[in-house]
């Protein structure tokens, strides 16, 4: 059975957050719920969510920055893994994306997230011979 993903609201803020930290997709640098309020809120972003009884089952963050689309937290709770809902998850992503005219969806997965890197390998994704680099904003001082 295809679970139901649908556009995630502000009432959902909380749940989403819980699920990313049960998940382990958060960092002490990016504020989870400013993740969430800035994908709501932006004309090219989203988060979309599965519900199950329990409530929010998992997620998948979406945006298209004019030239790629990306995906963030995916998530899925631990007692609705290896259901099939990761991967539709990610066909909902996808669907998105291209309703948004996204010619190519990246993603970034930690080195050592063997699994993770697993699940979207198997999903047909592949390696990008790219590095990427960055900065923190809020600490360059405005130079």
């Known amino acids: 059975m295809t679970p139901e993903i649908e556009l995630a609201t502000a009432a959902d803020a909380s749940a989403v ?3 990313w930290h049960a998940c ?3 960092r002490p640098w990016n504020d989870p719920a400013t993740d969430f309020a800035l ?4 004309a090219a972003s989203t988060v979309l969510v599965a ?4 409530g929010v089952t998992g997620s998948v963050m979406v945006g298209f920055d004019g030239h790629r689309g990306w995906v963030y937290y995916l998530a899925v709770a631990s007692e609705a893994r290896r259901s099939g809902l990761g991967r539709a998850l990610m066909a909902a992503a996808e669907r998105w994306l291209r309703e948004c005219g996204a010619p190519k969806l ?4 930690r080195g050592d997230n063997t699994a ?6 198997a999903l047909g994704l592949a390696r990008q011979d790219v590095v990427v680099l960055g900065r ?8």
């Open 17 to 19: 957050i819980a699920l």
């Open 24 to 26: 382990g997709l958060t």
């Open 39 to 42: 994908a709501l809120g932006g």
């Open 51 to 54: 519900r199950g009884d329990g």
């Open 106 to 109: 990246q993603l970034m997965v």
């Open 116 to 121: 993770a890197l697993g699940f979207y390998e």
């Open 136 to 143: 923190f904003l809020a600490d360059a001082g405005g130079e």
